[in-house]
Each structure stands twice: as structure tokens, then as C-alpha cells.
């Protein structure tokens, strides 16, 4: 759902500052222009054909420096406050980490659930740490009015308090190649006995499957489905339906060769992509840490896909 | 020179078009170091460059008319909002003011006969050119046209596929160029100085070039080492920026912008430069507050070198540093505001002319405010949260970039063009021109403000459907101002070809090139003038 009506906490805060500020703003605009545009009538030359000889004023330049100046550290003083609020999270925060790669995002939980949108309880504050596997990402979630870039190699944190529930759009706001504008996804706000239901079920699927996620979940996990469909339909990547045993034409070093797509091709492509250039798509997978495991499981479920 | 300034044309005025040097054709052009020709070379790079980059700007809002309108694909979208963004940055607006009109008029405006380093000077054009070349070679070369955005942020310029490293040598060159541009303004400035003209008889226009050229020279090898240094990362693979190889992104990111914010200023000093010009002669009165503006731009450029933080406050940097980078960003908004209160006090009891060049020179002050104050919301750091990477920003820096420095561009061009071409423009059909450029500029890039308000990204090649209303008003926008800069410059074109003659001083400026004829000899001054007044003393 877009909107740009504020939500959260941080909503609430950032518009006062904005429209503190903008306040100021207009009236200077108008201020300015009006006086402008008066002058350039009033002293028109035909209504005033000889100028009066004024070469400037010491009080008015220093009223003018001064009353500025007052201002602005009153602006920033007051951004500052709404800073100092949207920098510190309270102890009890819910802790959810957040993992950004070309072209999408994935939450983790304590309990070690993942999930490609942040569900989160009304009311109770959330913290976010966010770390990137490959370039700058940004995570931005504008209801919220918040921003942090995430970056690789580093953890960067961000909180936000949602005060009603709702669906509220993720855009990723800094360039980080050919999907940037396809990087979002959904902050879900959910009332709080929902969320618990949701978390324990979600937590006790990983107990019984001992940790170990299924090859359909990876395939969201590591973010396969930015780019590749299962169904048919030919996105960024190609679609892996149907690709195990086909006869793919691919660039190997430029050269465009015919390879069968069996167990071998599929596991090279994943860990190590840019081997192969399936023709027709540019060559920009990027390769993913997995374990022998979650490669086997990957593998065995896009053998599957029939 | 007499005492009341004006000067006796005891010579034949043959003006510098019909120069007989060592070269004919072409070469009496390109090997020229008369500091006249080679403000008119960069004038006809900078045009051309400029037309293609507005190309480029129309084809990402047509992209951008409707959501999953199949004009291009994604990649092509990434490389055009690039190449648009490094054309108009780093061949457009950063040498446009000071190489152009600085190069034309700040020697003929202090009395002298050429730059201090004439040779430097067209060595500067040559580099130029070169570095430009190179950035258009890029794009035909392995890997195809870069996709990075005109910031080149590690680690993604470091692993694209596309040829980074040649675009940025390119800018590289162009560095240099400005470097040296920068050097022999500073030291025309100080040292050929006519007698009697002091600092404060200097025009405005010349103390905002001049401001511009320290900025030029500190700031600009800055840039120049940080490409360098993406350059050897991207061959030899040593870990400077990328974490994967022990780098750091964010190191990155504040080389790049301690050149990159006060190229900002590079920009528009000499914009304010030429509203100070232009303002006390059509409103027949002497500037107000001459101090106060000359000593705001050496504020702005000493100040405005210490904010380049806020390009920063979502990276990651530390909150402290965040903190000190706000202050700082509010504080260099008093010097502009100084700037702008004494350009409408001098209009206050005037004679106005409301001529084209004042025109544009009031209209950079309504829309530079709009783009300064805009700065100012986006500064507050809690706000900047919310404001940052998105249309918010874009369209404020549109309203600096065009709003400010093009339409000061724009009164440079109509108030000098018949001192540097001898010819005279319609003025009604400008100010027809005006009216659509101004209609066009306003709904381009206002909606991008509310559409940055509500959370629109930028760089996105395609947006969700709530976002349709505006991208599409600003899309028939960029018609509209299309439209508006086409007339405009036709009708100077036209002016050109078949202009009455025109006066050596039609606007009865008091500054020393409108002592001169109109075109200048060769020499500017056949006797170097004693100067005995200021450059606003209409008298």
C-alpha cells in the first residue's frame, strides 16, 4: 500500500520537523518573491525614471545576517532532536537482522525464522540490523520515514514503532544496478497475538526440520526468486522451470556453445555464475554462499521443476 | 581612459573575429590562445553536450511517463540517467560559467589584454576536449556504456561489467582541465589587475569566478585521486573501497564528495556572480551591500567546502559526524541568504528595466531560493531520513542546477551576447521563450518534490501505479521546457544570422567590457585604461 500519510512513531516525528521547517520556508519564499516582484513594478522606469543613489546599509545587513542565522540553528536544532529519537531504540526492541543482495531482502528473526517480508507486531518497537552481501543497498520504508543505507561489511541499525496496522512498502534507495527498482518488499504490520502465532509456527517448522530449510525455501531465502521464475515466465534470469536437461546456448569465455543443463551445470551456475552467460541475458548473478547441504536441497528442487 | 570611465576609442576597432594570426580556418580557432576564442570554443562544446544530455533527460521521462512503459529495458534506463548525470555535471554545468564567460570577460572586466597563461588556457580547452572524448569513447568500448550513476559508489563501480575505468579516466582528464582553468583565473585575478582597479572596484562577476576558481584548484585533485585510485582497484585489484577486499565503501564516499558538494558551489558562485552584474545595471543603481556579496562567496566557498557530510547522513557515517555536517549545512545558507536579500534590496527604488538578461537574473533568484530552502528541509537530519535518495531530492537539485546556475546561465548569455558576438537578439520573442522555459521548469520538476515527499526513489526505471499522476505531469513538463530552450536558443541563433548591430553599450553598463566595442579587438584595450570608479557607478 503506498502512502504518504505518515505511520509510526517516526512518522510522526519527521512531519513535525517538515513542516516546521516548510512553514519557515514558504514564508521566506513569499517574502522574497513578493518583494521582488513589487519592486520590479513599482519602480518601473517609467514610473520612476531616476534611481535614488543607495549603495547599502549596515543595520539592514546585519538584521539580515542575524535573523538567517537564527533561524537555521533553530532548524537544526530541531532536526536534531527528531535525530536523536530516530537514532536510539529502546532496550526491549524486537531484534530482526536484515540481509539486502541483488535484488531482495530477507529478514531473520531471533528464533532463526527468515522471511522475504518483515512481519512485525503493532505497537512494539522494532530493530533492525542490516548488513549487504554484495554492493550498497537502502532500506527505506517511507510510511515510517525512515532510511539507512546498507552497506557490506559493515552492520548499520535503524528502529521504527508502528503504531497501527497495515501494509507498508520497502523500496531500496541506493542504485545498486539492473533490478534496483524491482528491490522491495512489504513491512507488515500484524496485531501482537498473530505475530507470536506466526513466529512459534514459523520457529517450530525450522525445530522439525531441524534448521535445515527445504530447496523451495531457499529459493527465496537466497533471493534466487528476484530473477528467476518458476512458472515459465522469463525474467531478469531465465525461468527454471523446465531447465534440467534442456539444451541451454550459452557464452563460455564469448564464445556461444550448446551445453546440457544436468546436476553439474546447475551446481557451477550457482557457485560460481559468471562460467557460463546464458544467451540473451546479461551476465550479472551473483554467486552465493552455500553450504554442500543447501546446494544439494537447491539443486534437487530445481531438478524438480517440471 | 578619462576620470567618468568611459573611454576613447582613438583606434580602429578591428574586433577579434578578423584577427590574421599564424593559423587560418579552424586552426585560427583550435590553436588560438586568445582567452575571447577560447570562451567561444568552450561555448560550442558546452551547447552541444548540453543538447545531448537534455536528450538524454527527455528520454528517461518519456520512459518514466507511465508505470511498465516499454520504451527501454532496465539497462539501457541505468546508463541513460548516468550518462545524463555525468554530461551535465562534469561537461556541462561545472566549466559552463568560468570556462565560457569567465574566459571572455573577467580579463577584458580587470582591464587586462589576456589570461595570465594564455598557453595553460588552451591547453585547459584541449584537455577538455580530450577528457570529454573519452568519456563518449566509453561508451562504444568493452562492457558498453557505464551504468553506475554519476557518484561511481564502490563497491558497485568496482564490479560492474561495464567500462568504468575509461569513463572515469575521462572525468580524470576533465579534472585537470578545471585545475588549470582554476589556476589562471586566480592568477589573471591577482596579478593583471589595470591600475587603479583595487578589490573593490572589482565586478562581482569577477570576485564569484574567482571564489570559484580556489575551489576549483583545492577541491578538484581530490576527485582526480579518488578516481585514480578506482582505477587501480579495478586493475591490479588492491582492496581500497570494496570489503571484500579489506576496503571501506564509506572512504569512498567522502573522497568523492568533499570534491563532488563543493562542485555544487563551483556551479553557482559564478551564477551569482552574473545576477550581481547584471541586476544594478538594468535597475540603473549601484549594487547593495557590495562587501556583503563579494566577501558571501569567498564564505560560501571557504564553508561550503566543510558540508560534505550531508550527502551522507543515511551511509552510515557516525551519527556525531552526521551532527556536525547538519550545522555546518545550515550555517552556508546564510551567506546565499546575504546574497539574496542585497539583490532585492538593490532593486528597491531603481529605475527597472525589465530587459531579457534581468529576466533571467530575477527568475535564477526565485527558483535558486526554492531550490536553497528545499536544502534547507532536506538538511534537518530527521527529516533527511525520510527525504534522502528520493524525488525530493532530485527536484531540489534541479531547481539549484537549472533553476540556479542554467538560468544564470541563461542572463550571462543574453546579456553579454552582444558584446561577444556584435549582434543583437529579439528581445520580445525571449521573453516569449521565457515564459514557456519557466511554465516547462516548474511543472517538470515540482511534482518531483511531492513525489520524493511520498516516497518515490530515484534511479528506479519504473515506479507502482500510485506514483502515475506526477511522473506523467513532470513527463509533459519536460515538453513544455524542451519546447522553451528551443525557441530560446533559436532565437539567438537567429539573432546571430540576421541581429541588427550592436551597440558597444547597449545596456549602459559601467564595467570595463562595455567600454570596449562590441566585438572586442583582439587586444581588448588598445591602452591598458586607468580605472578611477566603481563598476556600478551609473552616474
Known amino acids: 500500500m503506498f502512502v504518504s500519510w505518515a505511520t509510526g512513531l517516526s512518522g510522526e516525528v519527521v512531519d513535525q520537523v517538515f513542516f516546521f521547517i516548510l512553514a519557515i520556508t514558504v514564508f521566506l519564499l513569499g517574502l522574497i518573491t513578493f518583494l521582488m516582484v513589487y519592486f520590479v513594478i513599482r519602480y518601473r522606469k517609467k514610473r520612476n525614471p531616476q534611481p535614488s543613489d543607495i549603495h547599502g546599509n549596515i543595520w539592514l545587513e546585519i538584521i539580515w545576517t542575524i535573523v538567517p542565522t537564527l533561524l537555521v540553528l533553530a532548524m537544526f536544532y530541531y532536526g536534531l532532536t527528531g535525530f536523536n529519537f530516530l537514532k536510539k531504540a529502546p532496550g526491549d526492541a524486537l531484534k530482526v537482522k536484515v540481509i539486502a543482495r541483488q535484488w531482495s531482502w530477507l529478514f531473520e528473526y531471533e528464533n532463526g525464522v527468515k522471511s522475504t517480508e518483515l512481519k512485525v507486531p503493532v505497537g512494539k518497537p522494532v530493530k533492525l540490523s542490516l548488513t549487504s552481501q554484495d554492493v550498497i543497498h537502502g532500506f527505506y520504508a517511507p510510511a515510517f520515514r525512515i532510511k539507512q543505507d546498507v552497506v557490506p561489511g559493515m552492520t548499520n541499525t535503524l528502529w521504527f514503532q508502528p503504531t497501527g496496522v497495515g501494509t507498508f512498502d520497502v523500496f531500496c534507495t541506493q542504485y545498486c544496478g539492473l533490478q534496483h527498482a524491482n528491490m522491495v518488499t512489504k513491512i507488515v504490520v500484524i496485531p501482537v497475538d498473530e505475530f507470536d502465532q506466526w513466529i512459534q509456527k514459523r520457529g517450530k517448522e525450522i525445530e522439525a526440520t531441524k534448521g535445515k530449510p527445504g530447496g523451495a525455501q531457499l529459493f527465496h531465502e537466497k533471493g534466487c526468486v528476484a530473477c528467476h521464475s518458476v512458472d515459465g515466465t522469463p525474467r531478469v534470469g531465465p525461468t527454471l522451470k523446465g531447465l534440467f536437461g534442456k539444451e541451454e546456448r550459452v557464452l563460455i569465455d564469448g564464445k556461444e556453445q550448446t551445453v546440457i543443463a544436468d546436476e553439474a551445470f546447475i551446481r557451477t551456475y550457482i557457485l560460481k555464475p559468471n562460467t557460463y552467460v546464458v544467451v540473451g541475458y546479461p551476465p550479472i548473478m551473483p554467486p552465493q554462499a552455500l553450504t554442500e547441504d543447501e546446494l544439494t536441497e537447491l539443486v534437487h528442487y530445481i531438478k524438480d521443476l517440471k | ?426 528581445m520580445k520573442r525571449t521573453i516569449g521563450g521565457w515564459i514557456i522555459l519557466f511554465i516547462g521548469f516548474n511543472i517538470l520538476y515540482f511534482p518531483m518534490l511531492i513525489l520524493g515527499w511520498e516516497g518515490m526513489p530515484r534511479r528506479y526505471y519504473d515506479y507502482p501505479p500510485p506514483f502515475h499522476t506526477l511522473h506523467l505531469i513532470s513527463t509533459i513538463g519536460s515538453w513544455i521546457l524542451i519546447a522553451g530552450l528551443i525557441w530560446i536558443f533559436f532565437n539567438l541563433i537567429q539573432g546571430l544570422r540576421r541581429g541588427e548591430k550592436a551597440e558597444d553599450n547597449p545596456w549602459k553598463g559601467a564595467s570595463l567590457e562595455w567600454q570596449i566595442p562590441s566585438p572586442p579587438p583582439t587586444h581588448n584595450f588598445e591602452k591598458i585604461p586607468i580605472v578611477g570608479k566603481g563598476p556600478y557607478e551609473f552616474g
Open chain 2, 1 to 426: 581612459m578619462t576620470q567618468n570611465g568611459v573611454l576613447e576609442k582613438t583606434y580602429p576597432a578591428a574586433s577579434f573575429y578578423d584577427h590574421q594570426g599564424k593559423y587560418r580556418g579552424i586552426l585560427a580557432w583550435i590553436l588560438s590562445t586568445d582567452h575571447k576564442r577560447i570562451g567561444l570554443l568552450y561555448l560550442g562544446l558546452i551547447l552541444l553536450f548540453f543538447s545531448v544530455a537534455v536528450f538524454f533527460g527527455f528520454l528517461m521521462r518519456l520512459k518514466l511517463i507511465a508505470p511498465g512503459f516499454p520504451l527501454m529495458k532496465p539497462q539501457m534506463y541505468n546508463a541513460i540517467f548516468t550518462l545524463h548525470g555525468i554530461i551535465q555535471i562534469f561537461l556541462v554545468v561545472i566549466p559552463a560559467i568560468p570556462a565560457i564567460f569567465g574566459n571572455f570577460f573577467l580579463p577584458i572586466q580587470i582591464g587586462a589584454r589576456d589570461m595570465a597563461f594564455p598557453k595553460i588556457n588552451l591547453l585547459s580547452w584541449w584537455l577538455y576536449a580530450s577528457g570529454a572524448a573519452i568519456v563518449f569513447l566509453s561508451l562504444f568500448t568493452a562492457g558498453g556504456p557505464i551504468d553506475t550513476g554519476w557518484t561511481f559508489y564502490a563497491p558497485y563501480s568496482l564490479r560492474t561489467t561495464v567500462n568504468v575505468p575509461l569513463a572515469v579516466f575521462g572525468v580524470f582528464i576533465l579534472g585537470m582541465s578545471s585545475i588549470l582553468t582554476g589556476v589562471n583565473l586566480v592568477t589573471t585575478t591577482h596579478r593583471l589587475r589595470a591600475p587603479g582597479m583595487s578589490w573593490f572596484r572589482l565586478p562581482l562577476f569577477v570576485w564569484g569566478v574567482y571564489a570559484t576558481a580556489w575551489v576549483q584548484i583545492l577541491a578538484t585533485p581530490v576527485i582526480g585521486i579518488t578516481f585514480a585510485l578506482i582505477m587501480i582497484e579495478r586493475y591490479f585489484g588492491i582492496g581500497v573501497f570494496d570489503p571484500a577486499k579489506g576496503g571501506d565503501p564509506l572512504l569512498y564516499q567522502h573522497l568523492f564528495w568533499i570534491y563532488s558538494h563543493p562542485a555544487v558551489y563551483i556551479m553557482i558562485l559564478p551564477a551569482m556572480g552574473v545576477v550581481s552584474e547584471v541586476i544594478p545595471v538594468f535597475s540603473r543603481k549601484n549594487i547593495f551591500g557590495y562587501k556583503a556579496i563579494a566577501f558571501s562567496s569567498i564564505a560560501i566557498a571557504s564553508v561550503g567546502s566543510l558540508v560534505w557530510g550531508h550527502h551522507m547522513f543515511v551511509s552510515g557515517q557516525s551519527d556525531f559526524a552526521s551532527v556536525i555536517f547538519s550545522l555546518l549545512t545550515f550555517l552556508v545558507a546564510v551567506p546565499s541568504a546575504i546574497k539574496v536579500f542585497n539583490w532585492v534590496a538593490t532593486l528597491y527604488k531603481g529605475s527597472i528595466e525589465l530587459k531579457p538578461p534581468l529576466l533571467f537574473a530575477l527568475t535564477f533568484i526565485f527558483l535558486f531560493s526554492i531550490g536553497g530552502l528545499t536544502g534547507l528541509i532536506q538538511g534537518a537530519l530527521a527529516v533527511n531520513m525520510h527525504l534522502h535518495d528520493t524525488y525530493w531530492v532530485v527536484g531540489h537539485f534541479h531547481y539549484i542546477i537549472f533553476g540556479g546556475m542554467g538560468f544564470g546561465f541563461l542572463a550571462a548569455l543574453h546579456y553579454w551576447f552582444p558584446k561577444m558576438f556584435g549582434k543583437m537578439y529579439d
